[in-house]
C-alpha cells in the first residue's frame, strides 16, 4: 500500500489536473456511471464533531475507480492546533477491492472541492472575467482561488473574512505566491467584495447569507461550497431564485444544501429551478451560461465521485514521481 502524507497529495494533484478529473466524475455521475451512495452521517455530539463516510465507484471511458472518504469537522479542533477538517482516503483497486493506497484526505479534499469551483467557473463564468470574491480565508478559499486563476485570467482579487488577521495573512501569501496578480485587496465588508466581482467564491460555514443580493450584478458567476447541510447558508435566496442554478448532484443537494433547502421550503422557487447537474453540461445534454448578463451559481456539496478521481490522478501521479511511502498490507 502507498501512503501519502499532505504535502505529497498537494505534489501530487495539481489543479489543472484536478479540475479535468472532476469534469470526468461529474460526467460520469450524470451518465449513470458511478454508483454513489448518500454519505452517512455520524454526529460526534460531545465534541460538536461530524464524520461523514463516502464510498463511491466510477467508471469512465477508459477507467473505474473504488475509494471511501471518511472526513471529520471538528469545530473545536483549531482551539487545540488541529486542523477544522480531519479527513483520510481508502483507495481500492476496482477489480479485485485490494487496498492500493491511503491518501491524507484534507489537503485532497481542499484540492477537489477547489477544482469544483474551477470546472463550473471554467463551463459557466464569462469568458472575460477577471475581478473575483473569496468569502472564506481558510484552506477552501486559498484552493478556491487557484481554481479561479486557473482557468480565467484573473487581475483582482477581494478577499472577505470575519477574521481580518486570517484575510491578511491569506493576501500576504498569495501577494508571493502569485506575484503576477498585482490588485490584492482585503475587503472591508461584503460589498466591497462583491460589487465589481466577476466570480463569488463561498467557502464558509455561514448560517446566514454573507452578502446581499442587491449587490451582485448581472453576468457574475457564484459558486458556493460552503453551505453542506441544511441549517447553513451562504448565499441569499432572492439571488438563487434570479440565477441559472446548477448543483453537483440533485440528489444530495435537494438533500443536504441549504442555500437550496431554506428557500424551497419558504415557497420562493420549485426543485424544476435547478437547471442542471454539471455532469450533464459536461456530456452537452444541457447548455452552460446562455447570456452575458446571466447571472449562474454553482452548488457543490461535495460527492464520493470527486474524491475517487482525484486519488486516482494523484496516485498516477505520485507513481510516476516516486513520492509516498510503500508499507506491506
Known amino acids: 500500500m502507498l501512503i501519502l502524507n499532505a504535502d505529497e497529495v498537494r505534489q501530487a494533484l495539481p489543479m489543472k489536473e484536478a479540475i479535468a478529473a472532476m469534469k470526468q466524475a461529474y460526467a460520469s455521475l450524470s451518465n449513470g456511471m458511478a454508483v454513489v451512495p448518500l454519505r452517512t452521517r455520524l ?11 463516502m464510498p463511491t465507484y466510477v467508471q469512465t471511458a477508459d477507467s473505474e475507480a473504488l475509494a471511501v472518504k ?9 482551539e487545540r492546533g488541529l486542523s477544522f ?13 485490494r487496498a492500493l493506497a491511503l491518501l491524507e484526505g484534507s489537503s485532497l479534499t481542499a484540492i477537489r472541492t477547489g477544482a469544483a469551483s474551477g470546472a463550473s467557473i471554467d463551463l459557466l463564468a464569462r469568458r472575460d472575467s477577471k475581478v473575483v470574491a ?8 486559498r484552493t478556491q482561488l487557484e481554481a479561479a486563476y486557473t482557468v480565467r485570467d484573473i487581475e483582482t482579487i477581494f478577499i472577505f473574512d470575519s477574521d481580518l488577521d486570517r484575510a491578511s495573512i491569506f493576501a500576504d501569501e498569495l501577494a508571493e505566491k502569485r506575484p503576477s496578480i498585482r490588485d490584492i485587496r482585503i475587503a472591508r465588508n461584503p460589498k ?15 448560517s446566514k447569507p454573507v ?4 449587490d451582485v450584478k448581472a453576468g457574475t458567476h457564484i459558486s458556493a461550497v460552503g453551505s453542506y447541510t441544511p441549517e447553513m447558508q451562504e448565499v441569499p435566496a432572492e439571488t438563487i431564485k434570479r440565477a441559472t442554478v446548477v448543483v453537483d448532484s440533485r440528489g444530495s443537494a435537494l438533500e443536504e444544501a441549504g442555500d437550496l433547502i431554506k428557500p424551497l421550503r419558504a415557497g420562493l422557487f420549485e426543485e424544476s429551478h435547478i437547471s442542471a447537474e454539471i455532469g450533464e ?10 447570456s452575458d448578463d446571466e447571472i449562474t451559481y454553482f452548488k457543490s456539496v461535495g460527492i ?14 505520485a507513481r510516476k514521481m516516486n513520492i509516498g511511502r510503500e508499507v506491506d498490507f
Open 211 to 214: 452578502f446581499s443580493d442587491a
Open 281 to 290: 453540461i459536461v456530456l452537452g445534454r444541457k447548455p452552460g451560461r446562455q
Open 43 to 53: 454526529p460526534i455530539s460531545p465534541h460538536d464533531g461530524l464524520s461523514l463516510f
Open 85 to 97: 477538517i480531519q479527513a483520510a482516503v481508502l483507495v481500492l483497486e476496482a477489480d479485485t477491492g
Open 70 to 78: 471518511v472526513v471529520s469537522l471538528f469545530p473545536k479542533n483549531p
Open 134 to 141: 473569496i468569502f472564506g480565508a481558510g484552506a477552501q478559499g
Open 304 to 317: 464520493a465521485v470527486q474524491d475517487a478521481m482525484a486519488a486516482q490522478v494523484a496516485l498516477r501521479n
Open 192 to 206: 466591497e467584495a462583491v460589487t465589481n466581482a466577476d466570480i463569488i467564491c463561498t467557502a464558509t460555514t455561514s
